[in-house]
């Protein structure tokens, strides 16, 4: 085993290498008084990344999902929400976020210990025993079926049925103390089976498990509906009423047209073989709900049905690694933004593919795209609708350059009816089983 010892001549070497060149002393001062961000940040980067594009879809305010990891709840809402908006007339139309989300801790909780308990003759510190305890069951992130799982399952309700509340708008509390609880489950169910306690009573402290995880969300985040009236006015100031709905009867109504089994996830992940069908069956958070699937493909792919669905006016949900190369105040994502490699005179070059097989790629972020511009027919930047507020980029919008979603979006959602029949025929392999810890997850 290789252990190399930092010595004393190492360290006057290392100096005196740094002191020889007098650039460095300029540099030092530069970025200690102003920030590596500020120095290496490319104005030129942005030069085209003005807020027109030749495609776009009709979309109103965004909406903030604050101090929470709520993104993929909310992209998928948001394009629910646009869908709605152009059918009925409203363009500012919101559907609870909340709403899904008191159900995301309830469903997580229940298939977490489905979990432990089905784990729990692995040695605790079996690799997969520990990611369900690491990642945080209590946490707040998720994928696009995740949230389709419980819209599926459980409807969905406008705002103004549930609302948000302190404690989901700054979910870092909550997500601690299911964490906490959680794990201290998880140590019990792991003994009960251990000391060889029947069937019939451990689903019995699970059943006392859950009661309590249902009594934390309630507290925090109010109890759901089971009926509501949904009262509106359109854009052209008509009154609206629709009474004693349950809120799947209301998805059935108003958002039907949306039937989500028709969309799947299109994934561009170079570490794995394309034209393949993938699994993450230990992110899944409903019982028999959506599976993660993704359908791998070049990105030329992904990018051509994603114009054509943004043609057809619907907003398209993506995962992307947002905190790389991006401006968050400005809205700016371009591949260019930052030249850190310049700045330090170091080799950062890794393809996207070594990034994720070297752990430097992270699905970090959902968002829905909700413009294009075309030149030549070949798109230049997209338009981007965050879930930050208003305050950051164009009024919430983020523009995109063609390079930044090469490299850094890693899956979108795309009806099936814009893929070529040869992609189509894909969809029914059996999908290849990921790892827990996959760099998709």
Known sequence: MTETKITEQDLKELRAAYEKNPTNAILERTV?????????????????????FSVEVKTGKVSNQKQSGRCWMF????TLKHQFGAKYNVKDFELSQNYLFFWDKIERANIFYDRIV???????DDRTVQYFLEVGPGADGGQWAMAVALVQKYGVVPTTAFSETNVSESTGDLKAILNYKLRNDAFKLRNMVKDGVSEEDIHDAREQMLAEVYKIAAYSLGVPPKTFDFEYRDDNDNYHIDRDLTPKAFYEKYLSDADLDDYVVLSNS??????KMYRLSAQENVVDGRKIEFLNLPMEDLKNVAIAQLKDGQAVWFANDIARQSDRKKGFLAENLYHYDELFDVDLSMSKKERLQYHEANVSHATALTGVDLVDDKPTKWKVENSWGSKNGVNGYFIMDDGWMNEYVYEIVINKKYLSNDKIALLSQSPVELAPWDSLE
Not at 118 to 124: I, R
Not at 270 to 275: A, G, L, N, S, V
Request: aromatic share 6%; proline share 8%.
């Open 75 to 78: 992209a998928l809402l948001n």
């Open 32 to 52: 200690t008084q102003n920030g590596i961000g500020n120095v290496s940040y490319d104005e030129t980067a942005t030069e085209k990344l003005n807020p027109v």
């Open 118 to 124: 089905n784990t729990a003759d692995k040695p605790l």
């Open 270 to 275: 170079p570490d794995k073989e394309y034209d």
